[in-house]
């Protein structure tokens, strides 16, 4: 069922009339008058002029033969201007020839009226017209209005992903307060780094924006196995033996079955946390296959992961911790470069080098 037509049982709807002739204008105003609110142009120029600043009409009746500009010209301004393209526009003109109608009907049109104007003709087509203006208004609308509940329920939703993956890591960030701001420097380490690897090759097709933008929002959980780590050992102020360390690199599995455990808890597997579970588990694997918790090499590592351990390195050579003074940038990036082949993937070290500055200016902007 079409929509009510504005102006059919309420407000009346409102035509305007371009056209330079005196009599023409007369007749057709005194033709539509009674049915609907008519303003009136006597000229191409005034036409736009009005459209320009004044209210929409919902329907522009305009003559092609005029003395400035001709109906033609107003009619392609009106199509090419994003404020009145959707207004309709019907002709009136005494030009009849088949050219001249699909003239016409190529700028954008929707009728093509012959003059002298026979009323029946003229009224039932405005009407036709008007209704069909009405009810592509009404779907207008109504997809407008669809468009914004999407727009708002993907915010919220994106708020809700947001919200589980900092939550989380503020657990982690509550058992180990010598972390300070590492959690927000590695977010836009791993940004950084991705971006770089654009153009890439070997990791342009894993790396569009939404992959971007999931390493940054996923970068928190990094370290969220530590709250399974014991507090003797997590919080040890000094280097950790052998086997309290076989006990940290717990901390890798620990993070991905933390990450699991709450997708388990709310009855799915969620996309958005798979790079989470991803970074978690494999971001002290090393390049030549001597890391864990698995002890994968290559390009059998995430590259989430590979990305990770890049910044998650220099993160932690940059930083105080109670066991060592900071690395200053110019050692940390040297051991970075010790590590390609080897401990990193050589891509990724290669692109961590062509930005060291910005990893400098992320890690000043971000300092503890």
Wanted: proline share 5%.
């Amino acid at each position: 069922m079409l929509p009510m037509l504005a102006g059919e049982f309420t407000d009346k709807a409102t035509i305007l009339v371009v056209d330079d002739t005196a009599e023409e204008l007369a007749l057709i105003v005194g033709l539509l008058k009674d049915q609907y609110r008519v303003r009136v142009a006597n000229s191409g120029e005034r036409a736009l002029t009005m459209l320009a600043t004044g209210d929409m009409p919902d329907m522009i009746l305009l003559d092609v033969m005029m003395s400035d500009i001709d109906g033609y010209e107003v009619c392609r301004q009106l199509k090419a201007n994003p404020r009145t393209r959707a207004i309709p526009v019907m002709f009136l003109t005494g030009r009849t020839r088949m050219a001249d109608e699909k003239r016409g009907f190529d700028l954008g049109a929707v009728d093509y009226v012959p003059k002298p104007v026979s009323p029946p003709i003229l009224l039932a087509r405005l009407r036709a017209h008007l209704r069909l203006k009405a009810a592509a208004d009404f779907l207008r609308d109504k997809n407008g209005f669809l468009e914004r509940e999407v727009a708002k329920r993907t915010k919220e939703a994106t708020a809700i992903k947001d919200v589980t993956i900092l939550a989380m890591a503020s657990l982690a960030e509550t058992r180990d307060l010598m972390t300070g701001n590492h959690i927000r420097r590695t977010q836009y380490y791993m940004s950084a780094l991705a971006t770089s690897l654009q153009t890439n090759p070997r990791f342009s097709r894993h790396l569009d924006e939404a992959a971007i933008t999931m390493l940054f929002k996923s970068a928190p959980l990094h370290d969220i196995g530590k709250i399974g780590i014991p507090d003797r050992i997590l919080l040890k102020p000094g280097p950790l033996d052998a086997e309290e360390f076989e006990v940290m690199k717990n901390h890798a599995a620990q993070g991905r079955h933390a990450i699991e455990h709450a997708e388990q808890w709310l009855g799915k597997t969620l996309e958005f946390l798979t790079t989470a579970k991803e970074i978690a588990h494999y971001h002290h694997e090393r390049w030549d296959g001597n890391g864990y918790p698995e002890g994968l090499s290559g390009d059998d590592i995430p590259i989430s992961a590979r990305l990770m351990a890049v910044a998650d390195v220099y993160d932690a050579l940059i930083s105080r911790r109670v066991y060592k003074d900071p690395y200053a940038h110019d050692m940390a990036v040297a051991t970075i470069i010790e590590g390609r082949g080897s401990r990193f993937d050589p891509d990724v070290v290669d692109a961590f080098l062509s930005i060291q500055e910005e990893f400098r200016a992320i890690a000043e902007q971000y300092a503890d």
